[in-house]
């Protein structure tokens, strides 16, 4: 069983949270165990330790550097979350999104 750590960020949380219940969902189907949370970028530098990869909202897209320069030393992968999928709420295209940058 692969095991991924996801972590979403954006403003509130209202429109990542719901995908990441959905990304779970489409994990949980296809046996990918870990988390996958949504949090504000308040909150992100304290989840660095425990996450593989940081999925930033598009509207956060020019957050990504300095995202990045945080997350690094933890060798954490930052990436910004394609507009369409953002937009549709799609589980599975996050998932597969994800799993394509780690594995890059």
Known sequence: METVNILL???AGMSSGFLAQKTRKAAKKRGISGTIDARSESEVASYLDSIDILLLGPH???FKD???QQAAPHNVVVDVIPQDIYGMLDGEG???????KLNA
């Open 9 to 11: 960020c954006c403003g």
């Open 60 to 62: 956060y897209a020019s």
């Open 66 to 68: 300095e995202m990045a």
């Open 94 to 100: 996050l998932l597969n999104f994800a799993l394509e």
